[in-house]
């Protein structure tokens, strides 16, 4: 996770702004600044900008998106863990009891 300052003071309120962002995208950011010739704080706060001008409606629409190909990825992944759970009747039985077990144990 990096910080990354958008090295910008708004009129009278002399704020500086900082944003974090996860390492891969902030190399990725880091990249897109230096062929731009600019730097990775205005990079960032002109990404901010335009979604602001976009009410963000598009990056609402994507998050939403990314969510849902992630949820169904893991969806998926658990119906397959279930499966194979449920075709070995003692480890299904097994599993299902440490569950209960562990779940006694951090309510407790």
Do not use: C, W
Not at 25 to 50: F, N, P, R, Y
Not at 86 to 94: A, K, Q, V
């Amino acid at each position: 996770m990096a910080v990354v300052p958008t090295d910008f003071y708004r009129h009278e309120n002399l704020v500086r702004k900082s944003i974090q962002i996860p390492s891969s995208q902030h190399k990725e950011l880091k990249a897109l600044a230096v062929e731009l010739e600019s730097s990775l704080g205005d990079v960032v706060e002109t990404i901010m900008e335009l979604m602001r001008q976009d009410n963000y409606q598009q990056l609402k629409a994507a998050v939403v998106q990314k969510r849902e190909r992630a949820l169904s990825s893991l969806n998926h992944s658990l119906d397959e863990a279930y499966t194979y759970l449920g075709s070995i009747p003692d480890t299904l039985e097994d599993a299902r009891f440490f569950f209960d077990a562990g779940h006694e144990g951090m309510v407790a």
